[in-house]
C-alpha cells in the first residue's frame, strides 16, 4: 500500500481522492510533471520544479505553496513510501468549480503527489530498438495551445498513442501541418546523421528536461548537435534515431513505419548517451535520505 500526497495531507492509495467538480477531472484544468529518482536521489529536482511552475504560471494557475514546501512534500511522499528508485508525479489542477468553465469559480487550487516504484519504461527495447509510426493526428498549433505547458490536456498525445497502438507500434510520431516532425507522444526526437545529431526546434515540442540532458552530453563528449526542421524522410534516411524523456529515458528506435533506421541495431552514438545519461542518473540528484 502506498501513500498519496494531497493537499498538506497524506493518504492511502485506496483512500486518495478528489472532487468530481475539480476542474482538473472536469476540464483538464491543471499542470503535472514527471520526475524521477534514481539510487536514492532526485534527478533534476530544481529544473522540473521550475517547468511544473513555469506551466502553472502561463495558465495563470497560482500553485499555493512555494518552490521549497512542494519539494519538501515529495521528498517526504518518497520517504512515506519507503522509495529509492521512483517515478514522482505533482499534479496541480485549478481546484473544485461548478460546471461552467469560468476559473474564477475555483477558489482554491488542488495539489496532488504521487510516487511509485518505476524501472526502465521500455524493457528489452533498450537493446533492441523500438519500432514507431508516424500518426495522421497533427500536434496542435501553438497558435492554439501552448505546447510548451504540461498541462493535463494530453488528449492530443492519447489519440496519437491510440493510432501507433492500432499500428501495432511502440511509439507514434507527431509532425505539425506542414508535414515537420514534432515530437513523439510523450518524448522528444533526436536524428543522428553522418556523425552529427539534430533534433526539432522545441516549439512544437515539450522543452524535456531530458533533452537539455542531451545537450549538455553531446557538448561535453564533443558531438555536433543542431536544433532544425526534420522531416520523416530525414528520419527514414538516419543512421540512428533516438527519444528522450524523463519516463522513457534515451530510448532507441530502430524503425520508423517500416523502414529500417541505420542497420537496425542501436547505433554506436546512441548507445553512448545512453551510458552517459545512466552514470549521471546514479551520480548527481538531490538526496531523499539524510545521511
Same mark, same amino acid.
Given at each position: 500500500m502506498g501513500w498519496?500526497?494531497?493537499?498538506?495531507?497524506? !493518504?492511502?492509495?485506496?483512500?486518495?481522492?478528489?472532487?468530481v467538480f475539480d476542474h482538473g477531472f472536469f476540464y483538464g484544468d491543471g499542470v503535472f510533471e514527471g520526475i524521477r529518482a534514481y539510487n536514492g536521489r532526485i534527478f533534476r529536482f530544481d529544473e522540473h520544479i521550475d517547468r511544473l511552475y513555469d506551466s502553472a504560471k502561463a495558465i495563470l494557475l497560482e500553485i499555493p505553496m512555494t518552490k521549497d514546501e512542494m519539494k519538501k512534500a515529495i521528498i517526504e511522499c518518497l520517504r512515506r513510501n519507503g522509495l529509492r528508485d521512483a517515478y514522482i508525479r505533482p499534479i496541480v489542477t485549478?481546484?473544485?468549480?461548478?460546471l461552467g468553465l469560468d476559473?474564477?469559480?475555483?477558489?482554491?487550487?488542488?495539489?496532488?503527489?504521487?510516487?511509485?516504484?518505476?524501472?526502465?519504461? !521500455?524493457?528489452?527495447?533498450?537493446e533492441r530498438g523500438l519500432h514507431a509510426v508516424s500518426v495522421g493526428v497533427r500536434r496542435i498549433s501553438p497558435a492554439a495551445l501552448v505546447v510548451n505547458v504540461k498541462s493535463l490536456? !494530453?488528449?492530443?498525445?492519447?489519440?496519437?498513442?491510440?493510432?501507433?497502438?492500432?499500428?501495432?507500434a511502440?511509439?507514434?510520431?507527431f509532425l505539425d501541418d506542414n508535414g515537420y516532425i514534432c515530437e513523439?507522444?510523450?518524448?522528444?526526437?533526436?536524428?543522428?546523421?553522418?556523425?552529427?545529431?539534430?533534433?526539432?526546434?522545441?516549439?512544437?515540442?515539450l522543452r524535456g528536461i531530458t533533452r537539455e540532458?542531451?545537450?549538455?552530453?553531446?557538448?561535453?563528449?564533443?558531438?555536433?548537435?543542431?536544433?532544425q526542421n526534420i522531416s520523416l524522410f530525414d528520419l527514414y534516411t538516419a543512421d540512428e534515431v533516438f527519444v528522450t524523456g524523463t519516463a522513457a529515458e534515451i530510448a532507441p528506435v530502430t524503425k520508423i513505419d517500416g523502414r529500417v533506421i541505420g542497420n537496425g541495431k542501436v547505433g554506436?552514438?546512441?548507445?553512448?548517451?545512453?551510458?552517459?545519461?545512466?552514470?549521471?542518473?546514479?551520480?548527481?540528484?538531490?538526496?531523499? !535520505?539524510?545521511d
Open positions: 498519496v500526497y494531497i493537499n498538506g495531507e497524506f !493518504y492511502p492509495e485506496e483512500e486518495a481522492k478528489i472532487s485549478r481546484g473544485v468549480g461548478d476559473p474564477r469559480k475555483c477558489k482554491k487550487p488542488t495539489v496532488i503527489i504521487i510516487t511509485r516504484e518505476w524501472g526502465k519504461m !521500455y524493457g528489452d527495447l533498450y490536456n !494530453y488528449l492530443n498525445n492519447i489519440l496519437g498513442k491510440i493510432e501507433a497502438n492500432v499500428k501495432g511502440d511509439e507514434a510520431i513523439g507522444s510523450g518524448d522528444n526526437i533526436f536524428v543522428v546523421k553522418k556523425g552529427k545529431i539534430y533534433t526539432p526546434p522545441a516549439l512544437l515540442s540532458v542531451v545537450f549538455e552530453l553531446c557538448e561535453r563528449l564533443g558531438y555536433d548537435l543542431k536544433e554506436a552514438i546512441t548507445k553512448r548517451l545512453m551510458e552517459e545519461f545512466e552514470k549521471l542518473t546514479q551520480e548527481e540528484g538531490t538526496p531523499i !535520505y539524510e
